[in-house]
């Protein structure tokens, strides 16, 4: 069985930084890719970075020079650094990682809040 748990939302200002968590445990052979989603009530979930096991990370347009993906290999955690935060930046924000156990899937945390003020 494989979870992953987010922790770090929170309320910030317009402006201000978060640090946002997510720790993968369990039976995992390997991490394939962790990702950022973030999900608006009545939106669809859009994908905000990745990471693969190779280190390369994409952004989605939106977040570009604000937000940082990072991965530590040793303890399957990810981060997702966000500077210079704006309100259209609240969301719930939902870890996703492709991990091999004895087959290979996609797991979800159940997100975090993050809400921008202006």
């Known amino acids: 069985q494989v979870q992953l748990v987010e922790s770090g939302g929170g309320l910030v200002q317009s402006g201000g930084s978060l640090t946002l968590s997510c720790a993968a445990s369990?039976?995992?052979?390997?991490?394939?890719?962790m990702k950022w989603y973030r999900q608006i009530p009545g939106k669809q979930r859009d994908l905000v970075a990745t990471i693969t096991s190779a280190g390369s990370t994409n952004y989605a347009d939106s977040v570009k020079g604000r937000f940082t993906i990072a991965w530590d290999n040793a303890t399957n955690v990810t981060y997702l650094q966000m500077n210079s935060l704006k309100p259209e930046d609240t969301a719930v924000y939902y870890c996703?990682?492709?991990?091999?156990?004895?087959?290979?899937?996609?797991?979800w945390g159940q997100g975090t809040q993050v809400t921008v003020s202006s």
């Open positions: 369990g039976t995992i052979f390997s991490i394939h890719a």
């Open positions: 996703n990682a492709i991990i091999r156990t004895t087959y290979t899937g996609s797991y």
